[in-house]
C-alpha cells in the first residue's frame, strides 16, 4: 500500500508512520509544512519519504498525491487558542487544507480518505452520550467548525466522485510524543514549579481519551472493513475521567508530594472548551474494534512517557 | 402590532440576487432601513428598481471576499442577513478551488466583520442539501448524520458549523433556515428554470435528467420571505437556531414535467427521460424534510407544493 500522511511528522501522524512501517510492502510519503511536526519524529527507512510543505499549497499536494493508495489526512491546526486569538488559522488549516486534500486526489483519482475528525463537532450535549447520528451540531469552538466543515466536504466528494472516506470522530488522543493538551501542560508545568499546579477550570471537565496506538487501530479497521462511501464512526473509551484526576495523577506520578492544585475556576478551560463529552462507540465495536487501553491506562501511559520526555 | 423586525437597520448580503430582492422590497415594507451589499454577479440591478426610490434604502456594489469594505459597510446595522453565494458551486468546473473556498471565505468574512463591529442579529439561508440521502425521512432539524452529497450542501453545512461556533464564542445570535426549494419569477437555476429554457429552444421533445421519480418540496418567494421574519420576530432561542423551511408536501419531477406542459400548452412534446436516479452526481434525488418546529412557532406555508409549482410556472412564464 502507498500511503500519504498529510501531518505525518506531527504527534498522531509518527505514530502511525511507525506502524505503516512494520509492514515491508507498505511505502509511506509524509506530507508536513513541519510548522509543529518535526523530522526528528519520523524515523529513518528506505520505505518512508518526506515532503516539507503546506497543505494550503495546492500545486505541491497535487504533485505529493499522485500514485498513492490511500490519504491519511492528519493536518490541522494543533492550537486551539492560538485559533481564537488568529481566527483564520482553523479556517485555512482545517477547511480550505481539507478541500485541497480531497481535490488533489480527485484529480489524481486517488480513492480512499481517512480522517480524524472530532467530538467538537457535537458542541455542548450535555451529560448525553451521544452516538454519530446525534443532531443538531452545533460546535462551539473554531476547532469543531473547522471539523465540521471538514466531514461535509469529504463527504459530498466521496458521493459525487466515487471516493471511499472514513471519519474518526476520535476523543482525545493520548501516547508517545504528545506536543500538546493538558497531560504535557501539566508535567511541564511542574518541571517548571513543583510546588502549585494551575488548572484551568474547575477541574471537573470530563472527556473520554484515547490511546493514539488504539486510534490508530480504528483507522485501519474502518478502511478494512467499512463499507460505505462515507464511514463515520466515533472511535473512544467508555471512561471519562475528570481533569482532577488527571492532575493528581501527573503528581503522583512525578512522586510529588506538596504540590497545591490551584483551580482558576469556572466549569470550562477555555472559550469554546466543551467541560462534557460522552461518546457512544457502539458502532466501531460492532464493526470489531476494541480499545487495549482504557481512558486511565491511556493517560498513565501517556503521563510516564511525556515525563520521560517522550522517546528519549 | 409592531413586528420585532420593524425599524431595525438591516444589512442585506446577496440583496440583488433572487431572494435578496424580494426580501429588500420586504424589510422595507416593515419599515425597517435596508443596506444591500452585492458584486452583481448573479444578482441584478433591476430586481431592485422598487427599492432604489425608497429613502431607507442604500445599494453598494461590493464584494464579500473584499472584507475591508465589506467591514466598513456593515459598521452601524443591527441585522445582518448572509444571502451573498457562490452559486456556481459544481465541482468539476475549471477552477473550483475558488468557487469553493471564496464561498466558505465569504462567510468566514461576514462572521468576522459582524463580530468586528459588534452585530449580533443573523440571518443565513441553508438548505435541505445539508441531509444528504435521508436515511430516516422525514428529517426535522435535529436529524443526523449529515453527509451531504453535494458541494453546495457541504458548502451550507460548513457554513453553519463556522456560524454556530461564532455565535457561541462572540454572543450573536443566529437562525439558520434549511430551506426547501424556493420559487418564484425571478429564480436562475433549478429544475423549472430549466426545464422551461430547454422547451423554449425544442419543443418537440424534452429531455428530463434523471427518472423522473425525483421528489422534493417546493415554496414560493413570498412564503420563504414571510417564514423567515415570522422566526425572527417570534422565536426566544439564545445563540444558534436551525428552521427547517418549506411546504407540507412534496411534488415529484415528473408532476412538474406535467404542469410545465400543460401551462406551456406542449401537448405533442416527447419526454425523454435520461434515466437513474440522480439527475448529477451530488444530486438528492428524494427531500422530505419535516416543518413541524416552525408549524409550533405558529407558521406554515399556504401552498401546497402542487400549488406552489404552478404558481411559479405560470409567473415564469407571464415575466418571460
Redesign the interface.
Known amino acids: 500500500m502507498k500511503a500519504l500522511i498529510t501531518g505525518g511528522a506531527g504527534f498522531i501522524g509518527s505514530n502511525l508512520v511507525r506502524r505503516l512501517l512494520t509492514n515491508p510492502d507498505n511505502q509511506v510519503t509524509v506530507f508536513d509544512n513541519l510548522s509543529s511536526g518535526k523530522e526528528s519524529n519520523l524515523p529513518r527507512s528506505d520505505q518512508l519519504s518526506l515532503i516539507k510543505a503546506d497543505t494550503l499549497d495546492?500545486g505541491s499536494l497535487r504533485e505529493a498525491i499522485r500514485g498513492h493508495d490511500i490519504v491519511f489526512h492528519l493536518s490541522t491546526n494543533p492550537d486551539t487558542a492560538r485559533g481564537?486569538r488568529e481566527?483564520?488559522l482553523d479556517?485555512k488549516q482545517g477547511?480550505?487544507a481539507t478541500?485541497?486534500v480531497l481535490?488533489s486526489m480527485?484529480v489524481n483519482d486517488v480513492r480512499r480518505i481517512v480522517f480524524p475528525s472530532g467530538s467538537g463537532?457535537y458542541?455542548?450535549v450535555g451529560d448525553r452520550i451521544v452516538a454519530?447520528?446525534?443532531?443538531?451540531?452545533?460546535?462551539?469552538?473554531?476547532y469543531?467548525?473547522?471539523k465540521?466543515?471538514a466531514?461535509?466536504?469529504i463527504?459530498?466528494?466521496c458521493?459525487?466522485?466515487d471516493m471511499r472516506g472514513y471519519i474518526l470522530r476520535l476523543g482525545n488522543v493520548v501516547g508517545d510524543g504528545l506536543t500538546h493538551g493538558v497531560i504535557f501542560d501539566f508535567v511541564r508545568k511542574l518541571k517548571a514549579t513543583k510546588e502549585v499546579l494551575t488548572v484551568l477550570g474547575d477541574g471537573n471537565q470530563t472527556k473520554p481519551y484515547i490511546h493514539v496506538q488504539d486510534a490508530i487501530d480504528a483507522m485501519f479497521l474502518v478502511t478494512e472493513r467499512a463499507r460505505d462511501h462515507?464511514n463515520?464512526f466515533n472511535v473512544a473509551t467508555d471512561d471519562w475521567p475528570t481533569v482532577s484526576w488527571i492532575a493528581q495523577t501527573v503528581i503522583a506520578e512525578m512522586d510529588l508530594k506538596h504540590t497545591k492544585v490551584q483551580y482558576t475556576g469556572g466549569d470550562r478551560g477555555w472559550?469554546?472548551d466543551v467541560p462534557i463529552i460522552k461518546l457512544d462507540t457502539s458502532r466501531i465495536r460492532k464493526l470489531g474494534w476494541k480499545n487495549q487501553y482504557s481512558s486511565r491506562e491511556a493517560i498513565r501511559n501517556a503521563i510516564r512517557l511525556t515525563i520521560k520526555g517522550n522517546r528519549a | 402590532m409592531k413586528e420585532r423586525i420593524s425599524g431595525k437597520k438591516c444589512f442585506i448580503t446577496g440583496g440583488a440576487g433572487f431572494i435578496g430582492s424580494y426580501l429588500s422590497e420586504t424589510l422595507l415594507e416593515q419599515g425597517c432601513t435596508v443596506t444591500v451589499y452585492d458584486n452583481l454577479v448573479t444578482g441584478r440591478r433591476e430586481w431592485l428598481e422598487k427599492c432604489a426610490g425608497n429613502s431607507q434604502f442604500r445599494f453598494i456594489q461590493g464584494d464579500l471576499v473584499d472584507y475591508g469594505n465589506l467591514e466598513r459597510n456593515m459598521a452601524g446595522h443591527d441585522v445582518v442577513w448572509h444571502f451573498g453565494a457562490n452559486t456556481n458551486m459544481v465541482i468539476g468546473s475549471k477552477d473550483p478551488n475558488v468557487d469553493f473556498t471564496n464561498g466558505l471565505v465569504a462567510t468566514y468574512n461576514v462572521l468576522n466583520a459582524m463580530k468586528n463591529s459588534n452585530i449580533t442579529e443573523l440571518l443565513f439561508p441553508s438548505s435541505g442539501a445539508v441531509y444528504g440521502d435521508i436515511a430516516r425521512p422525514p428529517a426535522n432539524e435535529a436529524y443526523g448524520p449529515l453527509l451531504p452529497v453535494s458541494t453546495y450542501g457541504a458548502a451550507k453545512l460548513s457554513a453553519e458549523g463556522w456560524i454556530s461556533t461564532y455565535s457561541h464564542l462572540f454572543g450573536i445570535r443566529s437562525w439558520i433556515f434549511r430551506f426547501g426549494n424556493v420559487l418564484g419569477a425571478r429564480m436562475t437555476h433549478g429544475v423549472i428554470f430549466d426545464l422551461l429554457g430547454k422547451l423554449r429552444s425544442n419543443n418537440r421533445e424534452l429531455e428530463v435528467l434523471a427518472d423522473g421519480t425525483g421528489e422534493k418540496n417546493y415554496f414560493l418567494i413570498e412564503e420563504c420571505i414571510a417564514g423567515m421574519l415570522h422566526a425572527y420576530n417570534h422565536s426566544n432561542h439564545v445563540g444558534c437556531e436551525i428552521f427547517n423551511l418549506g411546504s407540507e408536501s412534496t411534488t415529484r419531477v415528473s408532476e412538474i414535467v406535467r404542469v410545465i406542459l400543460e401551462e406551456t400548452g406542449n401537448t405533442q412534446t416527447r419526454i425523454r427521460y435520461t434515466g437513474g436516479e440522480r439527475g448529477w452526481p451530488g444530486d438528492q434525488p428524494r427531500v422530505y424534510m419535516s416543518v413541524e418546529k416552525m408549524k409550533s412557532l405558529g407558521w406554515s406555508a399556504k401552498f401546497k407544493s402542487d400549488d406552489a409549482v404552478r404558481q411559479a410556472v405560470r409567473r415564469y412564464l407571464s415575466k418571460a
Request: charged share 20%.
Open positions: 495546492l481564537l481566527t483564520d479556517l477547511t480550505i478541500y485541497n481535490e480527485r463537532v458542541g455542548e454519530e447520528d446525534y443532531g443538531p451540531l452545533f460546535p462551539i469552538s473554531m469543531g467548525a473547522t465540521l466543515a466531514e461535509a466536504m463527504s459530498c466528494f458521493h459525487a466522485f462515507v463515520l472559550k469554546g
